[in-house]
């Protein structure tokens, strides 16, 4: 396979429910099609399956087929397991002993492992999460930490990055993290610009934070989105809890429960993640000085900005801006 090749997993299953093809499509639409405008070369997807058959459906009418096997994971430089059959989570039937194999030997060779909902039970099974934080569906997180103790499970989260292992909820925030994978290897211009062909948010979340879903808000926070949309649109100012709460028109310790229980972060931390989200795409997208880049944001001086950078991106920004240079039309 060629540089940044994705090989995704195809279990053969009969029956699978409508939502495996949903997650079985994400990593194929992210990075199956070309966008040669975007970055070129993109990647090269291919559906590695157990045999020649891959994944059946005979409720749906439809059929995966694919000339690759679980043998071709190994030359991946990404390995992605969309699912694995319920059965295997449900009535806790063992997975296919080749296909853990398979995920041991890619993961051993180096490939990046990256699972969506259910997929992390074969990561787990394979042991490639011992040790590590990681997250699933939350209708099988429990089901997860119990047979895997060694797996430290969060259930708060739509996605978990713990560098070259990472593991989504599922369904839709299987498209955050495949976005999310493109935004490290691409850079944030590249994957917002993806994300708006695609009419999804770029930012439900991201890196090392965590964003509100304003698109779905719960019934409880319907009065956050307002406030959080004012506060990106001026993070240049001095920002504090009470100036959103009074905007939000709660107390402020109200509304530092209700971000809390709505983001699973507090207020602060919740600013400070939109300030590096701003700071990252100017970085890409502009040639601006730091100094203006951290007035921008909010986040002050040039050496405040390079302090929250190097601690919560792991790199200077000037570093930061070499690996991601802006694309000159």
Known sequence: MSARSVAVVVTEEIEVPSWGLYELSIPCTVFGAAQADLADPWYDLRLCGEGAAARNTAAIGLAVRTPYGLDDLADADTVIVPSVPDPCVEEDRPLPPDLISALRSAYDAGARMVSLCTGAFALAEAGILDGRRATAHWMHTAQLAERYPKVHVDDSVLYVDDGDVLTSAGLTAGLDLCLHLVRRDHGAHVANQLARRMVVPAHRAGG??????????????????????????????????????????????????RLQAATGTTPLQWLLNQ?????????????????????????????????????????????????????VA
Not at 211 to 240: C, K, M, Q, Y
Not at 286 to 314: C, Q, S, W, Y
Request: charged share 25%; aromatic share 6%; proline share 7%.
């Open 208 to 257: 090392q934070a965590q964003f509100i879903d304003l698109s779905v808000p719960g019934t409880d926070d319907e009065g956050l989105g307002p406030v959080l949309d004012w506060a990106r649109a001026n993070l240049d100012r001095p920002l504090t809890v009470e100036d959103l709460a009074e905007r939000a028109a709660m107390s402020p310790r109200t509304f530092y429960r």
């Open 275 to 327: 300030r590096l989200a701003r700071a990252q795409n100017l970085l890409e997208a502009t040639d601006l000085p730091i100094e203006k880049i951290g007035e921008l944001t909010g986040l002050g001086m040039a050496n405040n900005l390079r302090h929250h950078f190097l601690r919560h991106v792991g790199v200077s920004p000037s570093a930061y801006r070499r690996a991601f240079p802006r694309r």
